[in-house]
């Protein structure tokens, strides 16, 4: 597999080099959660990373499935879960290798498609639309990482990787997804970045 590897990521969580974790829920789903956009159902968080979205699913009585393949993620999301008295079903799982026992009726992706290496992306993508039941949401936010040796150079840097939002649409394409008109809401990051988020529909 090309990219981070499970090492690479265990030793960040370790030493504590999670500038990518905002020590809350992502803004986004909470917008999605309070306007009722998103509704309890059976959910799936790949690459769950602390797990602050995994416990705010759960409080809201949804049926949470937290993925990670990092024993210190797995383990800070069981110990968030566990201080909050919340209950969610997390798997130490390679997303590219899971295959869940039922189709899910929304997967919200944030940081997973982003740690991943570009070589992956179709794989991944293909799991996300074998995951989902037809017609079901991808609810996802797409980093966006503009780095001048990627745009100018063609370089692959990261993680985390730019996920340019023509590469995205290349990679959920039609008709296997439907996508939203743009513009798609602008999400601030805590490294200095910003995410697209958007909902996509499984065809």
């Not at 919200?108 to 498609?113: A, G, M, S, V």
């Not at 794989?123 to 039941?133: I, N, P, R």
């Not at 439907?178 to 601030?188: F, S």
């Amino acid at each position: 597999m090309a990219g981070p590897t499970t090492q690479f990521w265990q030793e960040r969580f370790e030493k504590q080099q999670t500038g990518w974790d905002r020590g809350a829920p992502n803004p986004q789903l909470l917008a999605w959660l309070d306007s009722a956009a998103l509704q309890p159902c059976r959910i799936a968080v790949p690459g769950c990373g602390a797990g602050w979205e995994v416990a705010e699913l759960a409080r809201r009585g949804f049926d949470v499935t937290g993925l990670d393949y990092t024993p210190a993620a797995i383990a800070k999301t069981r110990a968030l879960l566990e201080a909050q008295g919340l209950k969610a079903q997390v798997v130490q799982a390679d997303v590219l290798r899971y295959r869940p026992e039922a189709a899910f009726d929304a997967i919200y992706e944030q940081t997973c498609l982003c740690a991943i290496h570009p070589d992956d992306w179709q794989e991944y993508a293909s799991q996300l639309h074998q995951w989902l039941c037809p017609g079901a949401s991808l609810w996802a936010l797409f980093m966006q990482v503009l780095r001048p040796a990627a745009s100018e150079e063609g370089l692959i840097q990261g993680p985390p990787y730019h996920c340019d939002i023509n590469g995205m649409r290349a990679l959920f394409a039609e008709p296997r997804w439907t996508w939203p008109k743009p513009p798609y809401a602008r999400v601030p990051h805590p490294m200095h970045v910003h995410e697209l988020a958007l909902r996509l529909t499984r065809g």
